[in-house]
């Protein structure tokens, strides 16, 4: 396992990879798994928004604004 820091869609994370797949999180959005990677394939498991960047979304906002990609759903990240 390798653990490396990354940028990803404008916004720091970090980049854990073996052999198999390849993972980025990014804490500062709560931990978002941001894509989830088979490597043997090169498959994407997750959705993937063609923007090239994150926008940030605001307290009380419209969830549907704002990126639906990636698997992020269960992780809070305000309280």
């Known amino acids: 396992m390798q653990i ?5 869609k404008n916004i720091k994370g970090f ?3 073996n052999s198999n797949i390849s993972v980025v999180v990014l804490p500062e ?5 941001a894509s989830f990677k088979y490597k043997e ?3 994407e498991l997750l959705f993937q928004n063609p923007n ?3 926008l940030v ?5 419209d969830f549907s604004e704002y990126d639906v990609s990636g ?9």
């Open 71 to 79: 698997f992020d759903d269960c992780f809070p990240y305000r309280i």
């Open 15 to 17: 980049l854990l990879e």
């Open 57 to 61: 979304d605001q307290v009380g906002s």
């Open 41 to 43: 394939k090169d498959f």
């Open 29 to 33: 959005l709560g931990g978002k798994i």
């Open 4 to 8: 490396q820091a990354c940028d990803y």
């Open 52 to 54: 090239d960047k994150y």
